[in-house]
């Protein structure tokens, strides 16, 4: 399953994608290995502290008069509503919100219209007694009075963006802290949690909704043959055996059969070795319904199918009923275990996700997919000691599994990384070498390599190992992905960055991956309208809804942008 899209882990640090998607220079942070990411971006040191005190200072500064004083004549208006505003500051911090309000009204009311910063601190003054009181919607009508005469007032834009998140207004929130992140370089942690926390919510409300309405899409010929061939000890994956064949193709070896008896479920497999995916779901329901004597076979084919296409619910039962039917072979009800714990692991379910690898290794502690699979698990879960113990018992039951050794290395490399630990860091990198010398043809072995001398800065061997992925695998899409990302960032080569992950695109235009990427680069670029149009076709291809609502997500972030700059011309930093 040689360089996969990579997944994020559950406690990984670093920015989130939304802010790789805006930040200069951060797309090579998406990732360039095969079956994992853990972000090496880290945020630069954020400034904390909460936007709550209005601004002025509470007793007069020097030169001014204070509230208190008998008023003169010769008392100008601004300076009277500087000293309403003064005394309005006692009593917010005093706690008397409905005196500072009155305040700060008497101070709106004084100021000539033409002093509009004064006036403009005034009205945000106001909205932040507004805030103490929960009056949203009052905080955002002072805040927008405080905008319209200063756009990039970022107190008054972040305390609008807090009163719109109150108010349900997700849209506008998004925009208002948007401007704010730009304004601020994404220095402010308040604020970026924010941003966070707003397009997490859209994006979950906005999958929920496409994704049970969408139309099933059937992958890519190479996703669906790197999928299977994570699995050694998948029954249902394997080719037609010769009882199965007409007799007259027994002693053709190396050629389809041909089926002639109504077994749906040998129709299926023989479209399997076809690559005619289309007809298997089908074919296993006719089995399933004339009750043959391979049902159990057609529910875990038509299951894994559903998973293919993104159809979880449709998945699960039949995955249940495998595992349930206590006389099917108990390699298909470990597999079954495997393939719902992992698309636990998809829906955010880790703890069920556990239950069903442990429950497999209870029923098939022979199965080195069992070991294989939980170890991945292991891996995004932030368990590496966990993850290395089981690739080791993998490994031990079948010494041939070339992709295990080299996640093991991979898992190996990332602890050693992570705990800065120079020395580990190069016996992880020397067992990578081990694995590319014993295995030349696992094309997995390579690309988390490619991804461990990234980290290490050493491009050029990096980009050599890309470049025997794409020689094993020429029609895996997300290998030019990954090597065009390189070329960002190791030579800022933007045209051939590009123009490697368009013949990602060309390769397999069902590639979520490449158009997710496309999307991220134009939006660095300043080309948001394209970017939008790239994570919307990303958003068709997803193959969960969890995947979906983090690509609606980046495309919410590069729409926001659009309307920010359109509102208040600020855009950040292009390529």
Request: proline share 4%.
């Amino acid at each position: 399953m040689a360089a996969s899209k990579p997944v994020e882990p559950q406690s990984g640090g670093g920015l989130p994608r939304w802010q790789l998607a805006l930040l200069l220079g951060a797309p090579v942070a998406l990732g360039l290995g095969a079956a994992y990411l853990w972000q090496r971006s880290r945020a630069k040191e954020k400034r904390a502290g909460e936007r709550k005190t209005p601004e002025g200072s509470a007793s007069p500064v020097q030169g001014q008069r204070a509230a208190t004083q008998p008023e003169h004549e010769d008392m100008s208006p601004l300076d009277r509503a500087q000293a309403a505003k003064n005394k309005g500051n006692k009593y917010f911090k005093a706690g008397k919100y409905e005196h500072a309000i009155q305040c700060y009204t008497e101070a709106i009311s004084l100021c000539p219209k033409e002093q509009k910063s004064d006036l403009s601190t005034f009205y945000q003054n106001r909205a932040a007694a507004y805030e103490q009181q929960a009056k949203w919607t009052e905080v955002v009508q002072d805040c927008s009075q405080a905008v319209e005469m200063n756009p990039r007032y970022v107190k008054a834009l972040f305390r609008r963006a807090k009163a719109l998140e109150k108010l349900d207004n997700k849209k506008e929130c998004l925009e208002d802290v948007t401007a704010v992140c730009i304004l601020e370089a994404f220095q402010n942690q308040q604020s970026m949690l924010l941003a966070d926390k707003v397009l997490k919510q859209l994006g979950k409300e906005k999958a929920k909704e496409k994704y049970k309405n969408r139309e099933p899409l059937m992958p890519s010929p190479q996703f669906i043959k790197s999928y299977f061939s994570s699995f050694t000890d998948d029954i249902i994956s394997q080719p037609l055996q010769k009882g199965e064949k007409k007799d007259e193709d027994k002693d053709k070896e190396g050629e389809a059969a041909e089926v002639t008896e109504s077994s749906g479920y040998l129709k299926a497999k023989q479209y399997m070795e076809e690559e005619n995916y289309d007809k298997i779901i089908s074919e296993c329901t006719k089995e399933i319904e004339s009750k043959g004597r391979h049902t159990a076979e057609a529910l875990l084919l038509r299951a894994t199918f559903y998973l293919l296409i993104g159809n979880a619910t449709a998945a699960q039962p039949d995955l249940d009923k495998v595992i349930n039917m206590q006389d099917a072979n108990v390699k298909l009800r470990a597999n079954a275990l495997i393939k719902r714990g992992s698309m636990y692991m998809q829906q955010q379910q880790p703890q069920l996700s556990t239950q069903d690898f442990n429950m497999a290794a209870e029923i098939d502690p022979r199965n080195a997919d069992v070991y294989h699979h939980r170890g991945q698990l292991k891996i995004l879960l932030d368990q590496v000691e966990e993850a290395v113990a089981d690739f080791d018992e993998c490994i031990l039951l079948r010494p041939d599994s070339a992709l295990a050794q080299a996640q093991k290395c991979f898992a190996l490399y990332r602890q050693a990384y992570t705990g800065n630990n120079p020395s580990q860091v190069q016996t992880a990198m020397d067992g990578f070498e081990d694995v590319i010398r014993r295995f030349p043809k696992c094309a997995e072995g390579y690309a988390l390599y490619a991804q461990a001398l990234t980290d290490q800065q050493q491009f050029g061997k990096a980009d050599e190992m890309y470049d025997k992925c794409i020689e094993l695998e020429p029609d895996n899409a997300t290998t030019y992905v990954h090597k065009g990302l390189l070329q960002l960032q190791w030579k800022q080569d933007l045209d051939m960055g590009l123009d490697l992950i368009s013949k990602a695109i060309e390769i397999d235009n069902k590639c979520d991956f490449a158009y997710e990427t496309m999307g991220t680069i134009e939006v660095q670029r300043g080309n948001l309208d394209k970017a939008i149009d790239m994570f919307n076709k990303a958003i068709n291809l997803a193959k969960s809804e969890m995947e979906m609502a983090h690509l609606y997500s980046l495309c919410d972030a590069a729409y926001a942008q659009t309307e920010v700059a359109r509102k208040y011309g600020l855009k950040p930093p292009t390529l």
